[in-house]
């Protein structure tokens, strides 16, 4: 990396963990969310820096070391790179935060730190996980295998990039498998720093890709003979086209998409409390979560009370540079971005819904050249508004009245999306009697909370298998069957 004019230079692209000149001209721009001017500039792969990646990652998978060594020899080096991530997650979350503009004190944890749980997590699965299993059959004895897939295209979004990259590489890795990490252009950054990580840890050459490219570059490699098992998250549109590319190989596929999750808070919840809990996990990320609390419902009989305390709080919140530690709300990560979240302001007062706050651009030291939004809160929301149905991907949250239990739980699930949710009350048991009839992949009752060591992924529209937990790790192996001969008692030939 050179530093030119106060713009980064990353001249090469990470193939099988070297750096290597690419095989195109083509150069992408990364653009500050907090000043709308170029900050940094990497190298743009081509197709034949796709085959070339690919190539390495299959001489690694069906030559190398990785996928024959144990899985104690693994954890050994894949621990390196998490004792070598938490060293530097600063660094990390910094970076980040200049890309995606994400506020730094938020960094710390969401983007950093949180990364580091899922490697240690994934170390703790491979640890105990059952690789070889005797089984008896009909027929006679068995034993069952659980094997490496193959070689993994692991494509990440920028809006929390390195836990979405560990999401996929840790078990992928962990399980024997060389990775093509597919970085967006937006956050391509943190990616280099990764992969300074992973040759100090000591991964094997061939084991690591790391390319960043737009969509045209990207549906090649998820479309690539020489690629096993396409692990993307992304909006529900791209997933579906990664699908219906993945089947002409029929490549093994785990999609994480969108969602449009609703917190409900029940007619005996705490107002402080719910208040608290909700605000910045709908706001999280600037708004721009997956697994934020979008739509909050309450009783109809405490509308005014709670509409009063969510947009108290959400007025409250500091708008401001990603990098200024009182900030807790900062820029979208691009232009395209913030025009999208006012025109789905301006479509939900053309709908009817009433903003309780927000509503526009702020104002201020700054905030006129980044790609800021004001917190938004709309009232008044019925379900069947666009606002209600449609994954914003901005800080636009909305408030929408029930009646009675029965709606709630309804309107909750009238969605295309089943990703999160959430339930407030003062009556846990009851709290978790609404979780088992909420139909998404992840719940929480008077909290909010994503757990690497359980399963994480969507019903409907918000995707296609697991990720964390033993689920997710199952994902990248392969069952085999081996019928043993009769009379055969393990005990040797």
């Not at 910094?94 to 944890?109: D, K, L, Q, V």
């Not at 994480?456 to 937990?469: C, I, V």
Request: aromatic share 8%; charged share 25%; with cysteine.
């Amino acid at each position: 990396m050179t530093e030119r004019a106060d713009i980064k230079e990353y001249g090469q692209l990470v193939i099988g963990g070297e750096l290597v000149d690419p095989l195109g001209r083509d150069v992408i721009e990364v653009v500050s969310p907090h000043t709308g001017e170029v900050f940094a500039r990497v190298p743009h792969a081509a197709p034949a820096d796709v085959d070339r990646a690919v190539a390495t990652a299959r001489k690694a998978f069906e030559e190398g070391p990785w996928p024959r060594m144990t899985v104690e020899e693994r954890i050994e080096v894949i621990s390196k790179i998490k004792d070598l991530f938490a060293a530097r997650h600063e660094e990390i979350a910094r970076t980040i935060s200049s890309e995606n503009g994400t506020p730094f004190t938020a960094s710390i944890m969401v983007q950093a730190l949180s990364s580091m749980m899922v490697w240690d997590a994934a170390i703790a699965i491979a640890r105990d996980f059952t690789y070889e299993e005797p089984r008896d059959g009909v027929l006679g004895k068995l034993l069952v295998r659980r094997e490496p897939v193959g070689v993994v295209a692991a494509v990440v979004p920028w809006n929390v990039p390195q836990f979405t990259a560990a999401a996929k590489l840790a078990p992928a890795l962990l399980a024997g498998c060389p990775v093509i990490l597919k970085t967006s252009p937006e956050a391509p950054l943190d990616a280099y720093l990764l992969a300074e990580m992973a040759r100090e840890a000591g991964l094997p050459e061939g084991v690591l890709s790391i390319l960043c490219a737009d969509r045209e570059v990207s549906e090649y490699l998820v479309g690539h003979p020489g690629v096993d098992k396409v692990s993307f998250t992304g909006s529900v549109a791209a997933g579906k086209r990664v699908m219906e590319v993945c089947a002409k190989n029929l490549t093994r596929v785990t999609l994480e998409l969108g969602g449009k999750s609703a917190a409900i808070v029940l007619p005996d919840a705490d107002a402080a409390g719910a208040v608290a809990g909700i605000v910045p996990f709908a706001w999280m990320i600037n708004g721009q979560a997956c697994v934020a609390q979008t739509r909050i419902l309450v009783p109809r009989s405490r509308y005014d009370e709670f509409a009063e305390a969510f947009a108290a709080a959400a007025s409250a919140l500091k708008v401001g540079d990603p990098m200024d530690p009182a900030t807790e709300l900062g820029p979208l990560v691009a232009q395209r971005q913030q025009q999208r979240s006012l025109d789905y302001i301006r479509i939900g007062q053309e709908e009817g819904a009433k903003i309780l706050t927000g509503g526009g651009r702020p104002t201020g030291d700054g905030l006129d050249r980044g790609w800021y939004v004001e917190p938004t809160l709309f009232g008044g929301v019925d379900n069947s508004m666009r606002i209600a149905r449609e994954e914003i991907f901005g800080p636009v949250i909305c408030l929408l009245p029930y009646g009675d239990e029965e709606e709630a739980v309804k309107i909750a699930n009238d969605s295309d999306y089943g990703l999160s949710g959430s339930v407030w009350t003062g009556d846990t048991e009851r709290g978790i009697d609404i979780a088992r009839r909420v139909r998404t992949g992840t719940y929480s009752v008077n909290t909010f909370s994503l757990d690497m060591m359980g399963p994480f992924g969507g019903f409907k529209n918000s995707g296609l298998g697991r990720e964390f937990g033993p689920e997710g790790f199952g994902a990248y192996l392969e069952h085999k069957m081996i019928h043993l001969p009769a009379g055969y008692d393990g005990a040797g030939a």
